[in-house]
């Protein structure tokens, strides 16, 4: 039984009771989907709309725009379920992950994936997956607070499998423990009992929290300007309608040019926009192993100035390896010797320093040790796999050192191999004082530059009976071995990028000081030879402490509940801090953070709940990506706030100059939701997908106080739909003028609107290149959006019934290549405004 379930029982079981998870936590379906988009303030006017043109009598009209309707909300279901898509995808990497043992070896699955009659191990931290009873217990104590409401942690132990089931938490039963109490202390194995609906938090009907639900800081922003922009654009438009009526005494009318506008001004992309960039932005991070589990971390992460980070396991990689070999006549160096292989002088102190160790290791300096010697010694006669073990002493607070016993096949003496501190080492081999100088001056070198060193002794002894003490063998020694947790390979080059970024990297660690340098100068974090100590921490006033987090990047002997009051004083100098952390004790300081990052491979669950993002590999360098996607994220969103800005004054312009000046309506209805057709998907799928500047990660941090509507955007957008409105004004009259055609006049101008609008996002597509130099530039969607407007255009343009319910006239060619003429001069207007304003900026 504790070899726990087969992998194809464990399907089976899957597929027959269903995935360990509550109903409540589903998402949006497709109804809700269709009520929502129907209930849209854009749906409603068009409706309102279509209404108007079959009380006039335009019957095609009418039907023309419920054909748009019906577009318009398929974009909008499409763009809303590929969103929805992202964030149930993320629900599913959000989950508590279980550790439980399939086909006898322990594996790391997600909580839903959980079945009854699996053995989960339980560890300090984790999130209890489903309902268990305990087989194995040790020191275990639980705290059952979100069932029972009672917040002192509750103690359990082991008993035999019940015949019975159905405990109730807190009812007294010591073997259970319950899906959603967490551990707060030992470890334990125990078999699954209930899962989903049928635990006991299924049954009490209580929900965990899921990914998506906050309203974020632009969010908020955003709500705010979508009303104010509503409510004065409705006024406009009920005055606009009046003043139609005044005018014309048409009054049927009058309300069509005010709809019109009303649809022209409300920004309802907005939302959308955000939704999107947002909920795919959380997805491309998922993708590079980075988990957002709140989207202001998103937002936030453009804005960060301190990374706090641990080392191990973050900077370094978590396992210990072999970095130096050591005797009186030769050395070798891992990092310098490369691929060359080790010296012949060597190889008896790594054959003996593996032969002191276990061959099935648990401890990370012995798999080290014994991974180096099947790397270093493989085909040479170092390696005994045919020598048996006949006895070992093992390490005791009086002697820091363990010897192993081994009887070779073709030799009748024992030979005893011993590793342990080098002086314990030193000890047993009885060196003299000038001996054990020169040993001791190379373990200080070897501690210096961050290494954990290890002595290598051997022996053989002749008697059958072994002694009762180390002691007792003659060791001669052989020589050290000094191990590290190497520096990940990507993380140099990830501190380089951003140290480019205005992004300071401060290590926090556990380790000694001079452990704590020697990572931090391989990693190529400055150090500027200062550190301060968890010892030194208490005795530093709070003026103190900031003064020296000014030039301090390192933070060694560090204890959990510390790191609290170090990003407190980050925070309090106005910095804007993300902070790693993986154990129980790490949380507060992960909650006080304004990014929380927890590890995912190593960390706890109430670690990763803590934290707004999860790394799933556990590598810094991830956390460098997620900072390159925040800063994308929160760039594109003001590019699409540009484009919004500058087509929507020539759409609101067109609506309000023809009744002002008497002329006849130039947009309608079918115009404005043509428009919507390029409109949205350019900025929800256009701009999103937009990669990152080339300089983006080498300016500074934003100011975390920065407007996504602040003046730079509008400026922008009011300059290039300024110009575009005035073109369009100018090639609206003279058309007119020299044709006597409105029906022409509107053509012309529309076309040369909607290829502009084009041009309009090609050209805020990237801030810093021109748009010539950005034409080639990868995006997959651009030109599909391109070629389909056009297309569209082109249909509406010369298919006669189209252009009848356009109110088109066909232009002749000579106009086409004066409408052509006019992009052009649009294109260079925008291309001048946004390189007038770059140097502006600079």
């Given at each position: 039984?504790?070899?726990?379930?087969?992998?194809?029982?464990?399907s089976?079981?899957?597929?027959?009771?269903?995935?360990?998870?509550?109903?409540t936590?589903?998402?949006?379906?497709?109804?809700?989907?269709?009520?929502?988009?129907?209930?849209?303030?854009?749906?409603?006017?068009?409706?309102?709309?279509?209404?108007?043109?079959?009380?006039?009598?335009?019957?095609?009209?009418?039907?023309?725009?419920l054909?748009?309707?019906?577009?318009?909300?398929?974009i909008?279901?499409?763009?809303?379920?590929?969103?929805?898509?992202?964030?149930?995808?993320?629900?599913?990497?959000?989950?508590?992950?279980?550790?439980?043992?399939?086909?006898?070896?322990?594996?790391?699955?997600?909580?839903?994936?959980?079945?009854?009659?699996?053995?989960?191990?339980?560890?300090?931290?984790?999130?209890?997956?489903?309902?268990?009873?305990?087989?194995?217990?040790?020191?275990?104590?639980?705290?059952?607070?979100?069932?029972?409401?009672?917040?002192?942690?509750?103690?359990?132990?082991?008993?035999?499998?019940?015949?019975?089931?159905?405990?109730?938490?807190?009812?007294?039963?010591?073997?259970?423990?319950?899906?959603?109490?967490?551990?707060?202390?030992?470890?334990?194995?125990?078999c699954?009992?209930?899962?989903?609906?049928?635990?006991?938090?299924?049954?009490?009907?209580?929900?965990?929290?899921?990914?998506g639900?906050?309203?974020?800081?632009?969010?908020?922003?955003?709500?705010?300007?979508?009303?104010?922009?509503?409510?004065?654009?409705?006024?406009?438009?009920s005055?606009?309608?009046?003043?139609?009526?005044?005018?014309?005494?048409d009054?049927?009318?009058?309300?069509?040019?005010?709809?019109?506008?009303?649809?022209?001004?409300?920004?309802?992309?907005?939302?959308?926009?955000?939704?999107?960039?947002?909920?795919?932005?959380?997805?491309?991070?998922?993708?590079?192993?980075?988990?957002?589990?709140?989207?202001?971390?998103?937002?936030?992460?453009?804005?960060?100035?301190?990374?706090?980070?641990?080392?191990?396991?973050?900077?370094?990689?978590?396992?210990?390896a072999?970095?130096?070999?050591?005797?009186?006549?030769?050395?070798?160096?891992?990092?310098?010797?490369?691929?060359?292989?080790?010296?012949?002088?060597?190889?008896?102190?790594l054959?003996?320093?593996?032969?002191?160790?276990?061959?099935?290791?648990?401890?990370?300096?012995?798999?080290?040790?014994?991974?180096?010697?099947?790397?270093?010694?493989?085909?040479?006669?170092?390696?005994?796999?045919?020598?048996?073990?006949?006895?070992?002493?093992?390490?005791?607070?009086?002697m820091?050192?363990?010897?192993?016993?081994?009887?070779?096949?073709?030799?009748g003496?024992?030979?005893?191999a011993?590793?342990g501190?080098?002086?314990?080492?030193?000890?047993?081999?009885?060196?003299?004082?000038?001996h054990?100088?020169?040993?001791?001056?190379?373990?200080?070198?070897?501690?210096?530059?961050?290494?954990r060193?290890?002595?290598?002794?051997?022996?053989?002894?002749?008697?059958?009976?072994?002694?009762?003490?180390?002691?007792?063998?003659?060791?001669?020694?052989?020589?050290?071995?000094?191990?590290?947790?190497?520096?990940?390979?990507?993380?140099?080059?990830?501190?380089?990028?951003?140290?480019?970024?205005?992004?300071?990297?401060?290590?926090?660690?556990?380790?000694?000081?001079?452990?704590?340098?020697?990572?931090?100068?391989?990693?190529?974090?400055?150090?500027?030879?200062?550190?301060?100590?968890?010892?030194?921490?208490?005795?530093?006033?709070?003026?103190?402490?900031?003064?020296?987090?000014?030039?301090?990047?390192?933070?060694?002997?560090?204890?959990?509940?510390?790191?609290?009051?170090?990003?407190?004083?980050?925070?309090?100098?106005?910095?804007?801090?993300?902070?790693?952390?993986?154990?129980?004790?790490?949380a507060?300081?992960?909650?006080a953070?304004?990014?929380?990052?927890a590890?995912?491979?190593?960390?706890?669950?109430?670690?990763?709940?803590?934290?707004?993002?999860?790394?799933?590999?556990?590598?810094?360098?991830?956390?460098?990506?997620?900072?390159?996607?925040?800063?994308?994220?929160?760039?594109?969103?003001?590019?699409?706030i540009?484009?919004?800005?500058?087509?929507?004054?020539?759409?609101v312009?067109?609506?309000?100059?023809?009744?002002?000046?008497?002329?006849?309506?130039?947009?309608?209805?079918?115009?404005?939701?043509?428009?919507?057709?390029?409109i949205?998907?350019?900025?929800?799928?256009?701009?999103?997908?937009?990669?990152?500047?080339?300089?983006?990660?080498?300016?500074?941090?934003?100011?975390?106080?920065?407007?996504?509507f602040?003046?730079?955007?509008?400026?922008?957008?009011?300059?290039?739909?300024?110009?575009?409105?005035?073109?369009?004004?100018?090639?609206?009259?003279g058309?007119?003028?020299?044709?006597?055609?409105?029906?022409?006049?509107?053509?012309?101008?529309?076309?040369?609107?909607v290829?502009?609008?084009?041009?309009?996002?090609?050209?805020?597509?990237?801030?810093?290149?021109?748009?010539?130099?950005?034409?080639?530039?990868?995006?997959?969607?651009?030109g599909?959006?391109v070629?389909?407007?056009?297309?569209?255009?082109?249909?509406?343009?010369?298919?006669?019934?189209?252009?009848?319910?356009f109110?088109?006239?066909?232009p002749?060619?000579?106009?086409?290549?004066?409408?052509?003429?006019?992009?052009?001069?649009?294109?260079?207007?925008?291309?001048?405004?946004?390189?007038?304003l770059?140097?502006?900026?600079?």
């Amino acid at each position: 039984m504790h070899d726990g379930l087969s992998d194809s029982e464990a399907s089976r079981r899957l597929a027959q009771e269903g995935p360990n998870e509550l109903p409540t936590s589903l998402p949006r379906g497709v109804l809700r989907l269709l009520r929502d988009i129907v209930l849209e303030p854009m749906f409603l006017l068009l409706v309102a709309c279509g209404g108007i043109y079959m009380l006039l009598g335009d019957r095609s009209e009418a039907l023309m725009l419920l054909g748009f309707v019906f577009v318009v909300m398929g974009i909008t279901f499409v763009q809303q379920r590929r969103t929805e898509r992202s964030l149930e995808a993320l629900r599913d990497l959000s989950s508590p992950r279980a550790l439980v043992m399939r086909d006898g070896q322990p594996r790391r699955i997600a909580g839903r994936e959980v079945v009854c009659g699996d053995i989960v191990l339980l560890a300090e931290g984790d999130r209890v997956p489903a309902d268990l009873h305990l087989v194995e217990a040790s020191n275990l104590a639980v705290d059952e607070s979100l069932l029972t409401g009672e917040s002192a942690p509750v103690s359990k132990q082991a008993a035999p499998m019940p015949d019975q089931t159905g405990a109730v938490p807190g009812a007294g039963d010591p073997a259970k423990v319950f899906s959603g109490t967490l551990v707060t202390q030992g470890t334990a194995r125990g078999c699954v009992m209930a899962t989903g609906e049928r635990s006991a938090l299924g049954r009490i009907g209580k929900s965990l929290a899921s990914i998506g639900g906050e309203s974020t800081p632009i969010q908020q922003e955003t709500a705010r300007i979508v009303k104010r922009v509503a409510v004065a654009g409705l006024a406009l438009a009920s005055v606009l309608a009046l003043a139609y009526w005044a005018t014309t005494g048409d009054w049927l009318h009058g309300l069509l040019a005010g709809l019109t506008l009303a649809m022209g001004i409300l920004p309802e992309e907005l939302p959308v926009v955000l939704t999107i960039f947002l909920g795919l932005g959380a997805w491309r991070l998922a993708r590079e192993k980075v988990l957002a589990r709140s989207t202001p971390a998103i937002e936030l992460l453009g804005a960060t100035t301190v990374l706090c980070v641990d080392k191990t396991g973050t900077l370094t990689a978590n396992r210990m390896a072999v970095r130096r070999l050591w005797t009186e006549s030769a050395m070798y160096d891992s990092v310098q010797a490369g691929t060359n292989p080790l010296q012949e002088a060597l190889h008896e102190v790594l054959e003996y320093a593996v032969l002191a160790s276990h061959r099935q290791a648990f401890d990370p300096m012995e798999t080290a040790i014994g991974d180096a010697g099947q790397r270093l010694l493989a085909d040479t006669e170092h390696l005994h796999a045919d020598w048996t073990l006949v006895d070992d002493y093992p390490l005791s607070p009086e002697m820091l050192a363990m010897s192993r016993v081994w009887q070779s096949p073709d030799r009748g003496e024992r030979m005893i191999a011993a590793k342990g501190a080098p002086e314990a080492i030193v000890d047993l081999c009885h060196l003299d004082a000038a001996h054990s100088a020169r040993i001791a001056a190379q373990v200080a070198t070897m501690a210096g530059d961050g290494l954990r060193v290890l002595g290598v002794a051997r022996a053989t002894f002749d008697a059958h009976v072994l002694p009762g003490n180390q002691h007792d063998f003659e060791f001669e020694f052989m020589g050290l071995v000094a191990l590290q947790d190497p520096v990940r390979p990507d993380v140099p080059q990830a501190i380089a990028e951003c140290r480019a970024a205005g992004i300071r990297v401060v290590m926090i660690t556990g380790d000694h000081p001079a452990t704590a340098i020697s990572v931090a100068r391989q990693a190529g974090l400055s150090t500027n030879g200062q550190f301060v100590t968890g010892v030194e921490l208490p005795a530093l006033s709070d003026d103190e402490l900031c003064t020296r987090l000014a030039d301090t990047n390192i933070f060694c002997r560090v204890q959990p509940e510390q790191k609290l009051r170090l990003v407190q004083a980050f925070r309090a100098r106005g910095d804007i801090v993300a902070m790693t952390g993986d154990g129980v004790n790490d949380a507060p300081a992960l909650k006080a953070a304004h990014i929380g990052v927890a590890m995912g491979a190593r960390g706890t669950d109430v670690a990763r709940e803590a934290a707004a993002l999860v790394l799933l590999n556990d590598d810094f360098s991830s956390l460098v990506t997620a900072v390159r996607y925040g800063r994308r994220v929160f760039a594109n969103l003001r590019k699409a706030i540009v484009f919004l800005v500058a087509v929507h004054i020539p759409i609101v312009g067109l609506s309000i100059m023809p009744v002002m000046l008497g002329w006849p309506m130039l947009l309608m209805p079918v115009h404005i939701l043509f428009l919507q057709l390029v409109i949205d998907p350019a900025c929800s799928v256009v701009f999103e997908d937009e990669a990152l500047e080339p300089d983006a990660m080498k300016a500074r941090p934003r100011d975390p106080g920065m407007h996504l509507f602040n003046a730079e955007v509008l400026i922008r957008g009011a300059w290039q739909g300024g110009g575009l409105l005035a073109m369009l004004l100018a090639v609206y009259v003279g058309v007119r003028l020299t044709m006597s055609s409105d029906d022409l006049a509107r053509a012309l101008t529309f076309m040369v609107l909607v290829v502009s609008s084009l041009g309009l996002i090609h050209v805020n597509r990237s801030w810093g290149r021109t748009s010539w130099r950005s034409l080639w530039a990868s995006n997959r969607y651009f030109g599909w959006i391109v070629l389909g407007a056009l297309a569209l255009l082109g249909a509406a343009l010369g298919i006669p019934e189209l252009s009848r319910l356009f109110a088109f006239a066909r232009p002749t060619p000579v106009m086409l290549w004066a409408g052509a003429g006019a992009v052009l001069v649009n294109l260079l207007w925008f291309e001048g405004v946004k390189w007038g304003l770059g140097r502006r900026d600079a």
